[in-house]
């Protein structure tokens, strides 16, 4: 199956700087990947819907200035949280659809952020 | 819309007891069911998955059988170890959905030794 690389796994900024969080594809051309935020104990929400060459799609209630997603290649994917303050502490964890297994979605091991 | 839901938690049980994490799901389309496990601090992985009606996936142990006539996806295992703690998630893709995958609100089981 795909092998998803999500890099950092964890990561500790302060109030106002921006942050990065790559996804890589490491085996597969994904031309979608999914964006998912953890609050602790709770399900995964879906962020937004990365497409490569195109502007991502955002779920509802998502801030798109706030969470910016670039797709710039079938193997990469990149959220950055800008100017993140607390209330943005969490896990995000990005997923791939592999139309090879059924639909089936592969994910990263997830990045958790803590903003001081 | 499709929606996931499953069991609350925590639950907790002794070593080799019989496991059952109840899943049910609402879908206008015919989605593929899958449950996925995220140990503490990790990510999730793909446990099991099954594609159609009757169709049974099957992991470490781990059972679930794809039920259309109850829209249930129960997950099943006969003899818990204490390395089975974690957070279960039910959760549904499909089509019609744009393949988003829809997730339950994850259960969490904590065996005991």
């Known amino acids: 199956g795909a092998v998803v690389s999500q890099h950092p796994s964890w990561v500790i900024c302060k109030s106002g700087t921006s942050v990065k969080i790559e996804c890589r594809s490491l085996d597969f051309q994904a031309t979608t990947m999914f964006w998912y935020r953890q609050f602790p104990k709770q399900s995964l929400m879906l962020m937004a819907t990365s497409n490569e060459g195109s502007k991502a799609t955002y779920e509802q209630g998502v801030e798109k200035d706030k969470f910016l997603i670039n797709h710039a290649s079938l193997t990469l994917s990149t959220l950055t949280v800008t100017s993140a303050h607390p209330e943005d502490s969490s896990f995000y964890i990005c997923?791939?659809?592999?139309?090879?297994?059924?639909?089936?979605?592969?994910f990263g091991s997830g990045t958790r952020l803590t903003v001081v | 819309g499709n929606s996931v839901t499953q069991m609350e938690g925590p639950v907790t049980l002794s070593e080799e007891a019989f496991l059952t994490i109840n899943c049910t799901y609402t879908?206008?389309?015919?989605?593929?069911l899958f449950w996925y496990v995220q140990y503490p601090g990790e990510g999730l992985q793909l446990l099991l998955k099954?594609?159609?009606?009757?169709d049974k996936g099957s992991n470490k142990g781990f059972e679930a059988t794809y039920r259309k006539e109850t829209t249930s996806f129960h997950l099943e295992k006969g003899s818990v170890q204490v390395s089975d703690s974690a957070v279960y998630f039910c959760?549904?893709?499909?089509?019609?959905?744009?393949?988003?995958?829809?997730f339950g609100a994850g259960t969490r089981l904590f065996v005991k030794a």
């Open positions: 879908a206008t389309g015919y989605p593929s």
């Open positions: 099954a594609t159609k009606a009757d």
């Open positions: 997923s791939l659809l592999n139309s090879r297994t059924d639909y089936g979605y592969t």
């Open positions: 959760a549904l893709s499909d089509l019609a959905g744009g393949f988003k995958t829809i």
